[in-house]
């Protein structure tokens, strides 16, 4: 598989051929979007995780909004991750994770004793799954009911940024017309993934409209453990991995 970097970089820091690239991916695995809308859409946001490949192309992003909210006496930050998107060739790559995660690690060392949540609205069940397999606290799940004042801090960071169109009853971002959907085979809720995986088939109850551009709101705790969970499980994946690989290369 061809090579990503990763890294940073400001939104006021971005050239015009690096925001023509960026909504030229965004466009390719999106429908019924505007370069217009893409652009007002990002100048809102704070940072983008930029992924280029060897050549230097832009191949993926994430656009990155700072947020604050005070809850039950306590200030809690946020990171919000709006627009995201990586190219097909470079699917399963953990750049955009580790890259994201050294990101909200640097937030959480600026404000040591605040609590710093990552806030995520999921139209598609691969960014529900990103964030339900690798934070252990995350809301909403499956495994049990979202406790009360975690459902109030959703709430709070959802209408921050979404004052119109967050629905507090369904947990919900709803669209008023099919903005910025997926397209059509891209990452599809099939019956066979519903049937034997609990977390899609749970994102599939919560967000029955994802197809059309619903979104659910979840968020999830940067806790000070977390980037130590991240890379254990990373070097579990790739001695698990290790045999197989051996296995087809010696097949081939």
């Given at each position: 598989?061809?090579?990503?970097?990763?890294?940073?970089?400001?939104?006021?820091?971005?050239?015009?051929?690096?925001?023509?690239?960026?909504?030229?991916?965004?466009?390719?695995?999106?429908?019924?979007?505007?370069?217009?809308?893409?652009?007002?859409?990002?100048?809102?946001?704070?940072?983008?995780?930029?992924?280029?490949?060897?050549?230097?192309?832009?191949?993926?992003?994430?656009?990155?909004?700072?947020?604050?909210?005070?809850?039950?006496?306590?200030?809690?930050?946020?990171?919000f991750s709006g627009d995201t998107v990586v190219?097909?060739?470079?699917?399963?790559?953990?750049?955009?994770?580790?890259?994201?995660?050294?990101?909200?690690?640097?937030?959480?060392?600026?404000?040591?004793?605040?609590?710093?949540?990552?806030?995520?609205?999921?139209?598609?069940?691969?960014?529900y799954l990103l964030m339900a397999n690798n934070?252990?606290?995350?809301?909403?799940?499956?495994?049990?009911?979202?406790?009360?004042?975690?459902?109030?801090?959703?709430?709070?960071?959802?209408?921050?940024?979404?004052?119109?169109?967050?629905?507090?009853?369904?947990?919900?971002?709803?669209?008023?017309?099919?903005?910025?959907?997926?397209?059509?085979?891209?990452?599809?809720?099939?019956?066979?993934?519903?049937?034997?995986?609990?977390?899609?088939?749970?994102?599939?109850?919560?967000?029955?409209?994802?197809?059309?551009?619903?979104?659910?709101?979840?968020?999830?705790?940067?806790?000070?453990?977390?980037?130590?969970?991240?890379?254990?499980?990373?070097?579990?994946?790739?001695?698990?991995?290790?045999?197989?690989?051996?296995?087809?290369?010696?097949?081939?």
């Amino acid at each position: 598989m061809p090579s990503l970097r990763g890294g940073v970089v400001p939104v006021d820091r971005l050239t015009a051929d690096d925001r023509h690239a960026m909504f030229a991916v965004f466009r390719r695995y999106y429908a019924a979007v505007t370069e217009e809308r893409f652009e007002a859409d990002l100048a809102a946001k704070d940072d983008v995780i930029l992924l280029r490949d060897d050549d230097g192309v832009i191949r993926g992003f994430s656009t990155l909004l700072l947020l604050q909210v005070e809850h039950a006496g306590r200030t809690h930050h946020g990171v919000f991750s709006g627009d995201t998107v990586v190219d097909r060739e470079f699917w399963g790559t953990k750049v955009l994770g580790r890259v994201f995660l050294g990101y909200l690690f640097r937030q959480r060392l600026r404000r040591p004793w605040s609590p710093l949540w990552w806030f995520l609205i999921s139209k598609g069940y691969k960014t529900y799954l990103l964030m339900a397999n690798n934070f252990p606290e995350h809301w909403p799940r499956h495994e049990a009911p979202t406790p009360p004042e975690r459902q109030t801090l959703l709430d709070a960071f959802a209408t921050q940024v979404f004052p119109r169109t967050y629905q507090h009853a369904s947990g919900l971002v709803r669209q008023t017309e099919a903005s910025g959907r997926l397209r059509d085979g891209i990452a599809a809720a099939t019956t066979s993934l519903t049937s034997t995986n609990p977390r899609v088939r749970y994102f599939v109850e919560r967000n029955p409209d994802w197809a059309r551009g619903d979104e659910l709101a979840c968020i999830a705790n940067m806790s000070w453990t977390m980037p130590l969970r991240y890379a254990l499980k990373a070097v579990r994946d790739r001695l698990t991995r290790a045999p197989r690989d051996e296995a087809h290369r010696r097949a081939s």
